[in-house]
């Protein structure tokens, strides 16, 4: 099975159903594991890349010039590793590594005016440099698994018998990166951040360092990098560059660097390899993916993503499906399958056109370009080395004439969204029943880790291949009812899509609020998606819907982000 990638397709990748990717953060839980997506027990790591401005990295100014391409300075010959390396313990970076310790509280999704139990984890992280800033340019990287729903984050330095509180500045979740720093000036006392160095070769030797379980102390564990290629990224549910290790990288280490003999940093630990079939197979985040990271939050101040062209694509490695597109024999590229309706390239690009450079890159016909000097990769690489908001120049095969286009690049919007964002759910609650909205993390509550296999079909068709049409689009769902007198023979529904209120489409959650706002007719009507009607006594629902605040301790009928986006005052409202 193929699985095409994010930024070619529009749509995550999941991984295969045969094996599992863990994401390695050690917490002494019991919690759900997010099938596919590696989000829960051991959570795992990935690592840094190089890149420009404000990053302090060293040497191979070829793959850090500003005024380079981004993704040609990794399309060209790569500079050698420096002579002389000494080995990983005569160079002094390891006091730069710290331990993480974070406190998470989940929403409840199926109470989502409320948040679960919390508990605790542990991971790794590491001490960097960036300029001109007020926390005097260092700051500390780690998985933004290990933070995710955090409520708080502290960190411990190895020769330290002290924790420090940390505070979250930005999390990349589709990159697993998360950018923390800490306020307290003794924290930073003596400790020299780590250099990012370049991307590794093949068989270059690594070392693995952060506090996996097994122990208290730090570990460190060394092997070779196996392969270079774009890795579905388990956390963030995307696919970006990747390198493979065959070094242990366990739970806890989630994090944590990954060094060269050279002691620079060419990586961040984050997730691994379960399946029974192979060992020893370990993920890192590589600079290029980190660089991406931190030159985002430095423009922005915050994490904006990495950008899709916004189309599906096929494989064209048929001679016949290229004749048919009137491709010469020279000529190569991919087949534009969809353009989904409300990218950038909705309109620029059209199904049936020929996908043949980008940003003046050949692409194959399998789909891969070319990489440094002996290597190929997807080209679903290019664009992820833009920026939201950057413009790709395409070449495209139209009606066997070859035409130059150019596209705006945005951060995707799916129709169901992977994450949450370190967000609160929305919910709506009308009499007893309780709305929200369709997200794969509601998913993974409702049907368990194995959800892509206990979901109903119709659920996982909008997860896995419908995309938006209308801005503002959701999947509306009636989470369940609770039992009262305005639901009385309603009470076993749950988990269903609604279609229609008083025969009108609903495009999403707060537009279902404002029609019920505005309904005048006596009776409230709910088509779902499997054919059930629900209606309700307009009048009775009014009071059964304060009944059920007061009995639930629901504080308030709408979410926060349902009440701001209507302009009604977001006040802590009590259940009398």
Known sequence: MRVVGAFSSGRPPHPPR???????????????????????????????????????????????????????????????????????ETINVMDAVCKVFCVHTEPDMSLPWQRKRQYSSTSSGFVIALEGDRFGGKYLLTNAHSVENHSQVKVKRRDDDSKFLAKVLAIGTECDIALLTVEDPEFWKDVEPVVLGPLPQLQDSVFVVGYPVGGDTISVTSGVVSRIEVTSYAHGATELLGVQIDAAINSGNSGGPVFNE????????????????????????????????????????????????????????????????????????????????????????????????????????????????????????????????????????????????????????????????????????????????????????????DYLREAPVKLLDRLLYTHKDRPGQQVVMLNQVLACEATI???????????????????????????????????????????????????????CTEEMQVFHSIPHALSKDLREALGIPVVAAQAA
């Open 18 to 88: 045969t094996a599992s990717v863990r994401v390695a953060c050690a917490q002494p839980r019991d919690r759900r594991q997010q099938a596919g997506r590696g989000a829960s027990q051991p959570v795992q790591e990935v690592a840094p890349a190089p890149h420009v401005e404000g990053i302090v990295s060293k040497g191979y100014h070829a793959l850090h010039d500003p005024h380079l391409n981004t993704a040609a300075r990794y399309l060209g010959e790569v500079p050698s590793m420096p002579e002389g390396a000494d080995g990983l």
């Open 262 to 449: 050279a002691g620079e940093c060419v990586g961040v630990a984050f997730q691994s390899y379960a399946g029974s079939e192979a060992e020893n197979i370990g993920y890192v985040i590589p600079t290029p993916v980190i660089h991406h990271f931190l030159v985002d939050y430095q423009r922005n101040g915050t994490f904006t993503g990495f950008p899709a062209l916004g189309i599906q694509w096929q494989r064209m490695e048929s001679a016949t499906l290229r004749h048919s597109h009137g491709m010469a024999p020279g000529q190569k590229g991919v087949l534009v399958r969809e353009v989904l309706p409300l990218s950038e390239a909705a309109g620029v690009l059209q199904p049936g056109d020929v996908l043949m450079q980008f940003d003046q890159t050949q692409i194959a016909n399998d789909g891969t370009v070319g990489f440094r000097s002996n290597e190929r990769i997807a080209y679903s690489f290019l664009t992820s080395q833009k920026f939201t908001g950057d413009v790709a120049s395409l070449r495209v095969l139209r009606e066997g004439k070859e035409l130059d286009l150019c596209i705006k690049l945005m951060r995707p919007d799916f129709l169901v969204p992977h994450h949450l964002f370190n967000k609160d759910p929305s919910y709506f609650v009308v009499a007893g029943l309780v709305f929200t909205n369709l997200t794969e993390p509601y998913l993974a509550s409702e049907f368990g880790p």
């Open 489 to 543: 023979g309603y009470e076993d529904i749950s988990n269903s899509q609604v279609a229609k209120f008083n025969d009108v489409k609903v495009n999403s959650l707060q537009h279902l609020v404002e029609l019920v706002q505005e309904n005048r007719e006596p009776f409230m009507r709910f088509n779902l998606e499997s054919k059930e009607v629900l209606v309700l006594d307009a009048s009775l629902a009014q009071a």
